[in-house]
């Protein structure tokens, strides 16, 4: 079983640009397709990209063109680079690992603020 754990959120302005990342730990990482998600207090957890073992990418449509999913097999690590960000991605950001269907782990989440 996989066990993640991510960082590297905080506050930034609107306009900016934030790297996330998620750090995979107990198993073969590129078995999985990885994904992040985003929680606010008024919303459910919502998909916002996701990376396929064979690197297939599908992002939201809130966040297309601004945001990029990538993966560091080597390191096992999921990433996410956040440009241009607006205030509406204020959220926790969480970390999904999901293998076929069979089996999800998913981090603690950090959280991203974008406030001026």
């Known amino acids: 079983q996989v066990q993640l754990e991510e960082s590297g959120g905080g506050l930034v302005q609107p306009g900016g640009s934030l790297r996330i990342s998620c750090a995979a730990s107990?198993?073969?990482?590129?078995?999985?397709?990885m994904g992040w998600y985003r929680r606010t207090p008024d919303t459910l957890r919502e998909m916002v990209a996701r990376?396929?073992?064979?690197?297939?990418?599908v992002y939201a449509d809130a966040v297309k063109g601004r945001f990029t999913i990538s993966t560091d097999n080597m390191k096992n690590t999921l990433y996410l680079q956040m440009n241009s960000l607006k205030p509406e991605d204020t959220a926790v950001y969480y970390c999904?690992?999901?293998?076929?269907?069979?089996?999800?782990?998913w981090g603690r989440g950090t959280q991203v603020t974008v406030s001026s």
């Open positions: 990376i396929t073992d064979d690197g297939r990418t």
């Open positions: 999904n690992a999901d293998y076929r269907g069979i089996y999800q782990a």
């Open positions: 107990g198993d073969t990482f590129s078995l999985y397709t």
